[in-house]
């Protein structure tokens, strides 16, 4: 079975700092990764995928992740937050055979501060 | 830029009534998919629709929900008979390529007293 740990429930960064949401999983075969955020009364916004190729993937509004196969993890990054950053962030993974539904994790709340 | 929409975006309804939450996808989208948020919960797949069918479900998606495209356009989720726990947001989501991203909808929150 396919898992996703999210294992922050808030991260607080003050704006201009460089941020980092924290994301693992567990999946059968190789995995595709996913991360989408949700801004209040929104629906999930798509952000930046990693299906396969280099470990650093560039997505929307400057944000970044890194795929690491031995940690198994999907950290989401951005160099410099800023305040309209702050939402809730969510991680979700699917692996290349059977079933092709993702799993999310819990969400990370960012907060970023004046 | 093209985006899924879903109405109403809010519902309240008593426990045993039907109802029924629409969705328009993206217009040349194929891959359809409902997925429940219970507040402060992961967001969880309930059915993926795919060529006029279920293609997946999910233990959630019970005899009491039901998904049709009636038309086009609309792509709904139809739960029979409320209970209490299907209190929730549900967000439609479509997808050009079943191997792909999905596009998520801004979520219908379902309050069952």
């Known amino acids: 079975a396919q898992s996703v740990a999210q294992p922050e429930d808030q991260v607080n960064v003050a704006e201009g700092n460089p941020l980092t949401v924290k994301c693992t999983y567990s999946?059968?075969?190789?995995?595709?990764l996913f991360w989408y955020v949700q801004y209040p009364n929104r629906g999930l916004q798509f952000l930046l995928k990693?299906?396969?190729?280099?470990?650093l993937v560039k997505g929307s509004y400057g944000f970044e992740a890194e795929f690491n196969k031995s940690q198994t993890s999907f950290h989401l990054k951005k160099p410099s937050a800023l305040v309209s950053d702050s939402a809730l962030y969510f991680c979700a993974v699917r692996g290349t055979g059977g079933s092709y539904i993702p799993t999310f994790g819990r969400g990370t709340s960012l907060i970023v501060h004046p | 830029e093209p985006e899924v929409t879903q109405t109403p975006s809010h519902q309240v309804t008593q426990m045993g009534q039907e109802v029924i939450l629409r969705c328009v996808p993206i217009?040349?989208?194929?891959?359809f998919y409902w997925y429940r948020q219970i507040l402060g919960q992961k967001v969880e797949f309930l059915v993926s629709?795919?060529?006029?069918?279920?293609?997946?479900k999910s233990e959630i998606f019970d005899d009491q929900f039901s998904v049709e495209r009636p038309d086009g356009s609309n792509f709904t989720l139809k739960i029979r008979s409320t209970k209490l726990e299907d209190s929730a947001m549900y967000f439609c989501?479509?997808?050009?390529?079943?191997?792909?991203?999905?596009?998520f909808g801004p979520g219908t929150r379902l309050l069952v007293l």
């Open positions: 629709f795919y060529n006029n069918e279920i293609s997946e």
């Open positions: 217009s040349n989208h194929l891959y």
């Open positions: 990693y299906i396969t190729g280099d470990n």
């Open positions: 989501a479509s997808g050009g390529d079943s191997q792909e991203t999905q596009y």
């Open positions: 999946v059968s075969g190789n995995p595709y």
